[in-house]
């Protein structure tokens, strides 16, 4: 898994500082100049665009990995594989683009009375849609040529540096609020110009379809794959922007704005598993062409073994942080505390599964992701329906914590009874014992009353207890051999 933990290393690194920036962005800068109304409205402005973005793509990501390994073929331009993938959100964007106008006055309808300023700026979703939607595209087919490096910086660096000249750039009263709004989608735009540019220099893409080779493919095949994994993609991530657009619709842009401080924080525990997913995906489906199921176990087995470790270490550093983390913004910010444990839970479990989707759906068994998640929208949405109103923002975070750790069950039932693939072994028991150790330590350890000093001792002696103890029990050998191998050197 060298390449893997090559880029993958490469990816979490850029990914921090674009988690860094993320962190400067919506943890000081955005609840210094913003109101909670105004991030409540960049909040759903992301979050409804991205929904739409997952039915725009009309399955093109997740085709473009699983088939370019049969189309790779540089002296013929990959037969125009890169012309075929953008047939599929040009097709998108159209449909999209029709269904949305004529659903356009219900939906503002059902954010009119919470949500004002939402409504105010609902025509700016859809332009945004369509350019995450190809910047998205772009993307997944850099990581079919497993160059990774530049989109990542762009996704991640790029894009929140643009956000926050944005934000700034309000917050001090050079622009405008409609200018704040339009800043977002330059952000994006920003990002598609220079993957094409890039795209351009390092291969050699074709937009001219040869469709005598698609055929040969099975046409018929392809387009029941991108069907299917539509509907995947737009369940997945509709699990993902449901909790906020209910909110949204039940509580206000106000309850929004606190409940993506707390879901920011808890989404900073799982940076590791997108990292990784990013190369790991495309592994998998040439794996798959070639019917290396070893291959996959591999990744898999050291998968789960590494991310459960590290997601226990920032959940711990989270969890146990926390409220000292909140005391530094503005005080109606409290309120993101319990969102933030409850969610950081459920990440915990997310990262402890490993790379399990890209398994599922880069195999030929890939319905069964549609039909657990079909199972799972259903769930969240009634959970949601049932529990914001009791509970508000916290009932939001356990809707959405259930309904990780219910998928991630069904995956895990999955790949053990189909591949024989279980990854649990010692190792986890030993990974729960750190955790448990550490969040014990944590939460009734003596700290300073100032919160960065009480945030410092914290996370340093978690730190320690997650490195000594992991290398203790072993629990990444590579990495405990490389260790001592450095000490026995230095001997």
Not at 60 to 68: E, G, L, Q, T
Not at 84 to 95: A, D, S
Not at 342 to 361: C, E, F, Q, Y
Not at 408 to 431: C, D, E, L, R, S
């Amino acid at each position: 898994m060298g390449t893997i933990q090559k880029q993958g290393l490469i990816n979490t690194i850029i990914i921090y500082v674009g988690v860094a920036l993320g962190f400067l962005s919506r943890i000081l800068i955005q609840p210094h100049w913003l109101t909670t109304s105004e991030i409540g409205l960049a909040g759903l402005l992301i979050s409804f665009s991205a929904l739409l973005t997952t039915f725009l793509l009309l399955g093109a990501s997740n085709m473009c990995v699983k088939y370019f390994p049969l189309f790779k073929n540089e002296q013929k331009r990959h037969h125009g594989f890169l012309g075929f993938v953008l047939l599929f959100p040009m097709l998108g964007i159209l449909i999209g683009g029709v269904l949305l106008y004529f659903m356009r006055d219900w939906l503002i309808q059902s954010y009119s009375k919470h949500s004002p300023l939402f409504t105010e700026y609902f025509d700016f979703a859809f332009p945004l849609a369509a350019i995450m939607t190809f910047a998205i595209s772009l993307n997944a087919y850099c990581n079919s040529l497993q160059k990774t490096t530049f989109p990542s910086f762009l996704n991640d660096i790029l894009v929140r540096i643009v956000l926050v000249i944005g934000t700034i750039a309000y917050g001090v009263g050079w622009i405008p609020l409609n200018f704040f709004v339009l800043s977002i989608a330059i952000a994006y735009g920003t990002q598609l110009l220079l993957l094409i540019a890039y795209i351009c220099i390092v291969d050699r893409p074709g937009l001219k379809v040869d469709w005598s080779f698609v055929k040969s493919i099975g046409i018929s095949g392809i387009f029941r794959y991108t069907f299917l994994l539509t509907l995947t993609a737009l369940t997945s991530l509709s699990l993902k922007s449901l909790d906020n657009m209910m909110i949204g619709s039940y509580l206000g842009e106000n309850f929004s704005g606190i409940f993506m401080i707390g879901m920011f924080m808890a989404q900073f525990i799982e940076t590791p598993l997108y990292s990784i997913e990013r190369i790991a995906s495309a592994k998998i489906a040439q794996a798959f062409a070639v019917n290396n199921l070893e291959e996959i176990k591999e990744i898999y087995y050291r998968s789960v073994r590494v991310l459960f470790l590290f997601g226990g270490f920032l959940a711990v550093c989270i969890i146990t942080n926390i409220h000292d983390f909140l005391s530094l913004m503005k005080p109606e910010f409290a309120a993101a505390a319990g969102v933030t444990i409850i969610l950081s839970i459920g990440s915990i479990v997310n990262m402890a599964t490993g790379v399990n989707s890209p398994i599922i759906i880069n195999s030929s068994k890939y319905i069964w992701g549609v039909f657990f998640l079909s199972i799972l929208l259903v769930v969240s949405v009634f959970l949601n329906m049932f529990l914001i109103p009791i509970y508000e923002i916290e009932g939001a975070a356990i809707a959405t914590g259930i309904a990780s750790t219910l998928y991630n069950f069904m995956k895990f039932i999955y790949i053990w009874k189909k591949f024989g693939m279980q990854p649990y072994a010692m190792h986890t028991v030993k990974t729960i014992v750190i955790i448990g150790t550490a969040l014990f330590v944590g939460i009734f350890m003596a700290v300073p009353e100032n919160p960065w000093l009480a945030i410092a001792c914290r996370g340093s002696l978690i730190t320690l207890l997650f490195i000594s103890l992991s290398l203790y029990f072993k629990i990444v050998p590579e990495y405990h051999h490389l260790v001592k191998k450095i000490f026995t050197r230095n001997k």
